[in-house]
């Protein structure tokens, strides 16, 4: 199982980035996928997450309001929107699958199949 987050970069305060995740090797899909993020000294947190089936998401507070996560089933593709981007959004974003069933998780020990993250920095 992989998955290769990508569409980071160097952006402006007030921009918007749209990351995405490809997710290959399941032969069945998981639950839930999220997205963690973590900046340079500090932990590394959830963002969001989308159940993979039913389609429904869970953000975290603090940028509730300015991400959207989605997916393209038939693309096996995740993906994250994050809109009115601010310095305090860059950061390494990963995107990880969820290893149990139920509700979306957002402790990242509940995660798995880490991807290799995509940068995003945001100057202001």
């Known amino acids: 199982v992989q998955l290769q987050a990508s569409g980071g970069g160097l952006v402006q305060a007030g921009e918007f980035l749209r990351l995405s995740c490809v997710v290959s090797g399941y032969t069945a899909s998981p639950y839930a996928l999220g997205w963690f993020r973590q900046a340079t000294g500090q932990e590394r947190e959830f963002v969001g997450g989308i159940a993979w089936t039913g389609g429904f998401t869970k953000y975290a507070d603090s940028v509730k309001g300015r991400i959207t996560i989605s997916r393209d089933a038939a693309k096996n593709t995740l993906y994250l929107q994050i809109d009115d981007l601010k310095p305090e959004d860059t950061a390494v974003y990963c995107c990880?699958?969820?290893?149990?069933?139920?509700?979306?998780?957002?402790?990242?020990?509940?995660?798995?199949?880490w991807g290799q993250g995509t940068q995003v920095t945001v100057s202001s």
């Open positions: 990880a699958a969820q290893r149990c069933w139920g509700r979306i998780e957002v402790k990242e020990i509940l995660y798995e199949h």
